[in-house]
């Protein structure tokens, strides 16, 4: 099978952007909420992933909030003209560090505001319109109003380029008649694998799909098979499950999240893992047999 490289790239917002990414979420605190337990360790993983030629960094300034949106200022402004920021709107957080839907035409654009100032730019490169559901599924529901605002944010200067987050097959439709839908972000990993049709779908139409949790998340994909596969080709499990991914269509651009220098470099190095049909084959039967469960 292909090799990978750390700068296999694949289009996004009329950007050659590198498969293997960054996810931000993790630099806050516990629960992404409230500062980072080391602020300059979290601002050394930002400059590292950068000088090891990540060009694409997956933010929200929900994300503490607004914490790690300044930290990727403090460490990264003013950034590389090849750097793709991608954030999100349409949640807010509580007090206590609830999640709480926030998908009213004024709710995003005051999300849009936050990450411009809080970021430190003018216009944002690609905004995810990201739609509650059930919290990490999508739920069918129209998402018309929202879309709609965003798009006017798109027209003022304030947006690029939008996106989707939790959204399904139809609700894509909708939006894609409102605007340009340029990626997809949904939860989809090795075990995860919902989504199966609809990243064909996308890579047709030549949509990034942008998975969430690529690595399970905040409960990391756990499987023997996995472990057994990773030890046969000599590297980690979760190396394995984004190597995978990176096989699964090229249409797939990864964020693995990281507040260590250390993992982020065992992430990275997932992109030069070779993955023979028969690896492929047992992995997949790994996702087949979870979704039978």
């Known amino acids: 099978m ?34 980072p337990k080391d602020r300059a360790a979290a601002l050394e993983v930002l400059r590292e992933a950068v000088a090891s030629g990540v060009n694409h960094i997956d933010t929200s300034d929900f994300y503490g909030p607004h914490i790690t949106n300044q930290l990727i200022r403090e460490a990264l402004h003013p950034y590389p003209d ?8 349409g949640a ?25 100032r809080n970021l430190g730019l003018d216009t944002l490169e690609v905004v995810n319109m990201r739609i509650m559901g059930s919290v990490h599924a999508p739920a069918e529901g129209s998402i018309e109003r929202q879309v709609t605002a965003l798009a006017e944010l798109q027209q003022r200067g304030l947006v690029r380029h939008i996106g989707l987050s939790n959204v399904t097959a139809a609700q894509i439709a909708e939006a894609r008649r409102i605007a340009e839908v340029v990626c997809v972000q949904n939860h ?12 064909d779908d996308l890579a047709d139409e030549g949509i990034a799909c942008v998975p969430f949790f690529p690595l399970g998340g905040f409960t990391p994909i756990q499987s023997s098979a996995l472990s057994g596969v990773a030890q046969t080709i000599g590297a980690t499990p979760m190396q394995v499950a984004l190597a995978w991914l990176l096989h ?3 249409n797939i651009l990864l964020i693995p999240g990281t507040s ?34």
Do not use: C
């Open 2 to 35: 292909s090799n990978f490289t750390l700068t296999d790239s694949f289009p996004l917002a009329g950007r050659a952007v590198r498969r293997m990414g960054y996810g931000a979420m993790q630099l806050a605190g516990p629960g992404v909420f409230g500062p």
């Open 82 to 89: 090849d750097l793709v920021i991608v954030t999100k709107v």
């Open 92 to 116: 807010t957080r509580g007090g206590d560090g609830a999640w709480l839907p926030a998908l009213e035409p004024e709710d995003i654009e005051r999300g849009v505001h936050d990450n411009l």
């Open 188 to 199: 989809y990993n090795l075990v995860h694998r919902d989504d199966d049709a609809l990243i």
């Open 248 to 250: 699964r269509s090229p």
């Open 260 to 293: 260590s220098v250390g993992h982020l470099h065992e992430n990275l190095q997932a992109a030069r893992l070779s993955l023979s049909g028969e690896v492929l084959d047992e992995l997949n039967a790994i996702g087949n047999a979870h979704g039978a469960a």
